[in-house]
């Protein structure tokens, strides 16, 4: 069992989970049980207010794993975020995949629907590399 709470942190870093499956899929979790991904077992809300969040209680399906954070505190990248929950550079889409440990297509197709923005910094270093 786990336990994801998604309080959000300080300077409103949205908090994440990210479920990764044995074949590579990657999905966000948004708060509902995945069928033959995860089940979620139990809930607690606490209202207040801004700070209101849920602590869920999370059985995993065999070989599934759950990534989960919060946005990078100085630069509000999700990226940001996976790189300190995994302790892993994730400074392009490869170390990204590389730290999740996920294919380069699920990782970009995920975080290209979860975090715009942080897609677009992505997007941009690997312009900058290409122009060398």
Excluded at 31 to 42: E, F, H, N, R
Aim: hydrophobic share 45%; with cysteine; charged share 20%.
């Amino acid at each position: 069992m786990i336990t994801y709470c998604n309080k959000q942190g300080s300077r409103d870093r949205k908090a994440f989970a990210v479920v990764i499956s044995p074949t590579g899929d990657v999905a966000e979790f948004s708060g509902v049980s995945i069928p033959k991904v995860l089940a979620v077992t139990a809930e607690k809300f606490v209202k207040e207010g801004k700070w209101s969040n849920t602590t869920y209680t999370l059985t995993l399906a065999d070989g599934v794993r759950l990534i989960q954070g919060r946005a990078g505190f100085e630069s509000g990248l999700l990226s940001d975020g996976v790189a300190s929950a995994t302790s892993k550079p994730c400074n392009t889409w490869e170390e990204l995949a590389l730290a999740m440990g996920a294919p380069l297509p699920s990782v970009e197709k995920w975080l290209r629907r979860a975090a715009p923005r942080s897609a677009l910094t992505l997007d941009e270093r690997a312009a900058a590399l290409a122009a060398l």
